[in-house]
Each structure stands twice: as structure tokens, then as C-alpha cells.
């Protein structure tokens, strides 16, 4: 039997059951304390938006442990699509890579007159 004491949190919907249109926040309201602002409210977005097949893939991905091999199996797809996935999913979840700069593309940058030479020698100097 359910306890009925115990409130339980639906998602909110997105459009008007009534007209289809979209519905906007007009309350929020804090469950510790109570208290509660009233108005109008933009959208709460979480920060990354991503479709199905990504969000399925970061499921399989955790139950896997971390595991590509794993992975593969219970998706049954190669290894180039779950690394190919691995990325989309890194671009969805706001993640940058901070790869060096190569001595080539600074050459052409400071070439191009993009970057002085100050900044060019600075580039080469970092690892």
C-alpha cells in the first residue's frame, strides 16, 4: 500500500491541456522554508538540452561503469558510434576540450596577423 503522507513530484507540464499553448511559471516556492514568489517567471531550462539516443546512451554508459566494451554490447553498436556518442554527449553537457594549441596553427595565426608576436611566443611556451 502507498503511503499517501509522502508527496510525490510529477514533471510540470509543457503546454495547456486546454488550448495547446505554452505554459509559463507563475509561483515557485521553497520546500524548506515555505515561502513561496509569485509573478511571471521565464522557463527553468535545465543547462544542456540533448535528444534520446544521447540521453539513453549516458544511461548505458554509468550502468556500464564507464566501460566502452560494455557498452558496445548492450547497445549493440561499434566502437567509432559509442565514441562518436561520447563526444555529442560531451558537447551536450557544455564540456570543452582544452587541447594545447599546435606550434603549427600559432605559426599560421601569427602569419595571418591574428596574433602578435608576444602572444604567438607565449602560446609556444605553455605545455
Known amino acids: 500500500m502507498k503511503d499517501m503522507t509522502e508527496k510525490q ?35 527553468i531550462k535545465p543547462p544542456f538540452t540533448m535528444d534520446d539516443e544521447l540521453f539513453n546512451f549516458i544511461k548505458v554508459f554509468i ?6 566494451k560494455q557498452s558496445e554490447k548492450m547497445l549493440n ?10 563526444k555529442k554527449s560531451k558537447v551536450a553537457l557544455g564540456f ?17 596577423g591574428r596574433i602578435d608576436i608576444e602572444t604567438a611566443l607565449e602560446k609556444l611556451q605553455r605545455p
Do not use: M, W
Not at 15 to 41: M, N, W, Y
Not at 63 to 68: K, P, T, V, Y
Not at 77 to 86: A, D, R, V
Open 9 to 43: 513530484n510529477y514533471p510540470a507540464p509543457e503546454q495547456c491541456p486546454v488550448c495547446s499553448d505554452r505554459l509559463f511559471v507563475r509561483e515557485l516556492a521553497c520546500h524548506g522554508c515555505g515561502t513561496r514568489i509569485k509573478g511571471d517567471f521565464e522557463e
Open 96 to 112: 570543452t576540450e582544452d587541447r594545447p594549441e599546435s606550434s603549427g596553427s600559432i605559426i599560421d595565426q601569427l602569419d595571418q
Open 77 to 86: 553498436c561499434s566502437y567509432p558510434k559509442i565514441k562518436n556518442l561520447l
Open 63 to 68: 550502468f556500464a561503469e564507464g566501460s566502452i
